[in-house]
Structures are given as C-alpha cells and as structure tokens.
C-alpha cells in the first residue's frame, strides 16, 4: 500500500478540468512542502509537472496547477487534450528518514 | 541538458545481485547539491524510490530495501552504479537513474530506464 493515496482513474472530455488528489499522512508529508507530479506515457520514464507543490517547471504548459492543503496535494489540468492522458504520480520528499515516497499512481483517460 | 543513461543486464538469477550503472552527462555527480537516485517501477505498478548517491558522498536508501541496495560512484566515469542483492522475482521491474534537484527535492532529469527480469 502506498504511502500517498491517489484515485485509481480518472477521466474528462476534451477542454473540460479535472483534479488528481494525493492524500497522506503527516509523516508523508513531514514538515516540508517538497510535493511533485509526474507525467508518465506508456513505455517512457516519468516527467516532471509540477515541483513544491504549485510550481511548474520551464516548458510545462500553463494547464496544469498544483495546489496542496493540508494533508492532501493536488494536480488540476485545465483544457484537456487528447495528449494530457496518461498515468500521473505524486511525490513526497517527506525528510531524512524516510526520503521520497510515491502515490500509486492515477490513469487518466480523455474520452 | 543533463543526459543520463542507463546500462546493465536484462536478466538476473534468483537470489543473484543485480547491478546497473547510469552514465551521467551534461551534470558532475561529484558537484553540486542534487541527489543522484534509483528509482524502480515493477511492471503495472507505482513508481518506488530506492535510493541515492549525493556528490559529498553521502547515501540513502528506502528502509524498506536498505539490507540489500549498495549505490556507488565512479567519479572518473560520472557514473552511478546500483546493486542490489538476494534478488526475487518481485525485483522485476524497471529501474530509472533521476537526478533529485537539491533545492526542491524533484525529480527533474531521467534516463530513459533499463528493464531487469529475475527468473531462473
């Protein structure tokens, strides 16, 4: 069982929004705000969305937002495209002790 | 543009070590303040963090696999090797080289990962 909970599936219509939530513990999360998103396609590695919770890196489209309150983060993607579907992982440097922890990953599918 | 790059074999005996080396270009992992890391995606499955190699020489590694995962450094290569031991099927996975941004803690740069089957 994964330390960060994600929702299985999700899925939108093109130009619609939709929320991928990450919930954790306090200890998922620790005293930090070290929170990321991933993008990954089927048979390439992972890419980064989202770092510290709500920035995005240079070249990452401005559709998508992250947000976090509390214990749980979010990533929104705004204006969906047929090439927004694919799996989206969240991620938790939670300190020194337990490091990097993963959600289980959400599959997202543009009807 | 920081390049990484994944090498090993594709097939490893039950009970065996496994060991991977990621070649490093575009970056020192010798320099810096990023956290050289392994990460694994069994097949279907999430995405799981192993461990890393900081340039002071520091290692860390996920307790859940801290028994059996040494990572390394061949500064004179830029090289990160992974090894991992007493190998099980439930080793199968795909394994990733990141470079862990030390300022924000995110995964910013991957290789494009190698794939490591455990069967006899």
């Known amino acids: 069982q994964s330390a960060l909970t994600q929702p299985a599936s999700v899925s939108g219509s093109p130009g619609q929004s939709i929320t991928i939530s990450c919930t954790g513990t306090s200890s998922s999360f620790g005293t930090y705000n070290f929170v990321s998103w991933y993008q990954q396609h089927p048979g390439k590695a992972p890419k980064l969305m989202i770092y510290e919770a709500s920035k995005r890196p240079s070249g990452v489209s401005n559709r998508f937002s992250g947000s976090r309150s509390g214990n749980t983060a979010s990533l929104t993607i705004s204006g969906l495209q047929a090439e927004d579907e694919a799996d989206y992982y969240c991620c938790s440097y939670a300190g020194s002790s337990t490091f990097w922890v993963f959600g289980g990953g959400t599959k997202l599918t543009v009807l | 543009q920081v390049h990484l790059q994944e090498s090993g074999p594709g097939l490893v005996k039950p009970s065996e070590t496994l060991s991977l080396t990621c070649t490093v270009s575009g970056d020192s992992v010798t320099s810096g303040s990023n956290y050289w890391s392994w990460i694994r995606q069994p097949p279907g499955k999430e995405l799981e963090w192993i461990g890393y190699?900081?340039?002071?020489?520091?290692?860390n590694y996920n307790p859940s696999l801290k028994s059996r995962v040494t990572i390394s450094v061949d500064r004179s290569k830029n090289q990160i090797s992974l090894k991992l031991s007493s190998v099980i099927a439930a080793d199968t996975a795909m394994y990733y080289c990141?470079?862990?941004?030390?300022?924000?803690?995110?995964?910013?740069?991957w290789g494009q990962g190698t794939l490591v089957t455990v069967s006899s």
């Open positions: 190699f900081y340039y002071s020489g520091t290692t």
């Open positions: 990141a470079r862990g941004a030390g300022w924000n803690y995110a995964f910013d740069y």
